[in-house]
C-alpha cells in the first residue's frame, strides 16, 4: 500500500519544541518534492516547509522562517520538520504530502499538488 504516516505531534507549551516525522511506504522518495502543510482550525491548509529529495532545496513560510527545519533522510525514506520556539498561531493538524519528479519545493508548498497525503498529525501549541 502507497501512504505516507505522520507521527510526532501533541500538546506543547509556547516555546516548545516537536519533531515531525512523515514516513513513506510502498514507495521511495527518491526523486520527490515532499512538504509540510498545516490546517488551523477554521482556516485553510497552507504550505509550511517543503524539500526536493535529490537536491535538499527548500522553502519555508514565513511565519516559520528560522524557527522550523525541513529535513529529509534518503536512506531511512523519511522526511522530518524540527518546530523550535513554538507558538499558539502553529497550532493545527499538520500534514504531510509528496510529488514525485523535479518539482521546486516552492512551487510545491504553494501549489499544494500532492500525490499522496498522509491522515495528520495534531499539533496543539498552548500554555
Known amino acids: 500500500q502507497l501512504q505516507l504516516v505522520e507521527s510526532g505531534g501533541g500538546l506543547v507549551q509556547p516555546g516548545g519544541s516537536l519533531r515531525l516525522s512523515c514516513a513513506a511506504s510502498g514507495f521511495t522518495l527518491d526523486d520527490h518534492a515532499v512538504g509540510w502543510f498545516r490546517q488551523a482550525p477554521g482556516k485553510a491548509r497552507r504550505g509550511v516547509s517543503c524539500i526536493h529529495s535529490s537536491d535538499g532545496s527548500t522553502y519555508y513560510a514565513d511565519s516559520v522562517k528560522g524557527r522550523f527545519t525541513i529535513s529529509r533522510d534518503n536512506a531511512k525514506n523519511m522526511v522530518y520538520l524540527q518546530m523550535n520556539s513554538l507558538k499558539p498561531e502553529d497550532t493545527g493538524v499538520y500534514y504531510c504530502?509528496?510529488?514525485?519528479?523535479?518539482?521546486?519545493?516552492?512551487?510545491?508548498?504553494?501549489?499544494?499538488?500532492?500525490?499522496?497525503w498522509g491522515q495528520g498529525t495534531q499539533v496543539t501549541v498552548s500554555s
Open positions: 504530502a509528496s510529488i514525485q519528479g523535479y518539482y521546486g519545493p516552492t512551487w510545491f508548498c504553494k501549489s499544494q499538488e500532492g500525490d499522496y
